[in-house]
């Protein structure tokens, strides 16, 4: 069982930059599959960022070149930044851990860009 806390969003104007954080209750393992998704208000959610467990990262086009994923493992952490932020990058930001096919998931962060 992986138990998944988010912290770091908040209100924010359009281009400025927030810095999502999740960490977990025990040890992230090298293989782990890690990601972020969103949910934007009266919409499904999307994944807008993955970090493999083997392999590079990627992005949602909606997100690429302005938001990197980037992992410590050895503090069991995931982190989001989010750069140039959009009106439309506005929901709750979630943090994802894949495991043996099992999947965890966080409380969720908001995440508010005014215009």
């Known amino acids: 069982q992986v138990q998944l806390v988010e912290s770091g969003g908040g209100l924010v104007q359009a281009g400025g930059s927030l810095r999502l954080s999740c960490v977990a209750s025990?040890?992230?393992?090298?293989?782990?599959?890690m990601k972020w998704h969103r949910q934007a208000p009266g919409k499904q959610r999307e994944l807008v960022a993955t970090?493999?467990?083997?392999?590079?990262?990627n992005y949602s086009d909606s997100v690429k070149g302005r938001f990197t994923i980037s992992r410590d493992n050895a503090k069991s952490t995931v982190f989001l930044q989010m750069n140039s932020l959009k009106p439309e990058d506005t929901g709750v930001y979630y943090c994802?851990?894949?495991?043996?096919?099992?999947?965890?998931w966080g409380q969720g962060t908001q995440v508010s860009v005014s215009s």
């Open positions: 025990g040890p992230i393992l090298s293989f782990d599959d």
């Open positions: 994802n851990v894949v495991r043996f096919g099992l999947e965890y």
């Open positions: 970090f493999p467990g083997r392999g590079t990262p």
